[in-house]
């Protein structure tokens, strides 16, 4: 059986660049914390995870549950952050180490370098890739012999054959027999390792014992005195070369976060519509990591759906569901918000609509256009298709409620709940003033405030009686243009 697998996140950086008061590793992506993409991704590979912390630590152990941590007390560099782990990591196996920054790596990536580490007999694996401009990156400098002869051109072509550095499945086209391989930092490079194109990934397999070994023989880089992890590679090592760039890709900065955020958004979508999920825009829907998606669900253009949120039915464009339930045959329309709420098969709710914890429309239940339904349950068949407001309320089957319809449940004290009967119809512009109850099949004629009970059958009005004086308008009209000019 293999060795067991230890992993260990370096997150115990600030980030300045991110310009934010949160940890840089903190910072969430689709419902997870940065660094909680990488533990997941190492997670998925049975690994024993280890983060190294120290800016907002406590925060950042609380956002990572299952794993171990230890404090790197001191910035003195990737070096000295995986030194201060040395005491939790094993006497014998290997030893993964990578970044919390990284939130795009995969556990498939993974798996593919630490299978490559356990077929070499190298104590050193490192992860690379290749891109057209290297500025910025530690550049992989192998040293090898060709032919019998000198060292050849970096960057030279080779044939295909046997190599001890590019890992099985992963060679990057050119095979020679190599010694030793080091990586050099870009202030450190002469003209031609400039020009090389492979770079450092910053994933690195190491042998346990090795790392007891070395990391205490790690010296100091002036002028910061800092501790480099890239030191441990110095000797024989194994490269597994051929990744895509972006699975590396460091966040540092509120526009790579973006970037970070967009790729992501795209690999969480698609693997959902491969699972029958129908999606407007794979681009710019955004499912966070805890929703469920069921087939056939249906996802409109710009939708976001986050928490716990479960959708077996429609959210249309430009909605947001949060910690919400869209059952199969139910509708969100555009431009919707549900949080907190639960939508039966049949239940529609929007456009504009707005439902707050709580909501809860049962089966063929309809709230329409810039309705606000908060506390309520609305059942079965019962209509509020206009400008409403419904707070802690309990609207019967099949009532129908009119535009401009407001439950008063707030005293400045306490709230108060409503209750609208079975088939009970009311008027548009109606106030219902809590507590208060409206029996079944009663009728309350619009523009009435509603203080009591109305019995079922009853009808309630209280509307102010009309009064109508023919002939009045324009003396009126005359009246208020000669105040007008009077106040000039």
Known sequence: MPAPLTAVVLAAGLGTRMRSPLAKVLHPLLGRPMVAWVVHALQALGADVIVVVNHQEDAVRAALPGVRF?????????????RAALPLLPDAGPVLVTA??????????????????????????????????????????????????????????????????????????????????????????????????????GVYVFDAAYLRAALPALAPHPPKGEFYLTDLVTGPATVVSGFDATLFAGVNDRAALADARLILRRRVNRAWALQGVDFADLESAQIEVDVTLHPDASIGLGALVAGKSDVAGMVGPH?????????????????????????????????????????????????GNYVEVKNTTVREGAKANHLTYLGDADVGEGANIGAGTITCNYDGFAKHRTV???????????????????????IVG??????????????????????????????????????????K
């Not at 509708?331 to 909501?359: E, K, N, T, Y």
């Not at 512009?429 to 208060?436: D, M, R, S």
């Open 100 to 201: 919390g920054d990284t939130p795009l790596i995969t556990a498939d990536a993974l798996r593919r370098v630490v299978a490559a580490h356990a077929g070499a007999a190298n104590p050193v694996t490192v992860a690379s890739f290749e891109v057209v401009d290297p500025t910025g990156y530690g550049r992989i400098i192998r040293s090898t012999s060709w032919d019998g002869g000198a060292e050849p051109p970096r960057n030279a072509p080779h044939t295909p054959g046997s190599s001890t550095s590019t890992a099985p499945g992963g060679t990057d086209g050119r095979a020679h027999v190599p010694r030793h391989v080091r990586i050099v930092e870009q202030a450190e490079c002469t003209p031609d390792e400039a020009l090389i194109a492979e770079v450092n990934s």
């Open 319 to 367: 909605s947001i569901v949060n910690d919400s339930t869209i059952a199969a045959g139910a509708i969100l329309h555009a431009h919707s918000i549900a949080v907190g709420a639960v939508l039966h098969p049949g239940a529609q709710a929007g456009p504009f609509a707005r439902l707050r914890p709580g909501a809860v429309l049962l089966e063929g239940a309809h709230v």
């Open 420 to 442: 609208i009967g079975a088939g009970a119809f009311i008027g548009s512009n109606t106030a219902l003033v809590a507590p208060v109850t409206v029996g079944a099949g009663a």
């Open 70 to 82: 230890v404090r790197q007390e001191a910035p003195l560099g990737t070096g000295d952050a995986l």
């Open 446 to 487: 619009a523009g009435s405030t509603i203080t009591a009970d109305v019995p079922a059958d009853a009808v309630a009005l209280t509307r102010v009686p009309q009064k109508t004086t023919p002939n009045l308008a324009d003396k009126l009209r005359a009246r208020n243009r000669a105040r007008r000019e009077a106040n």
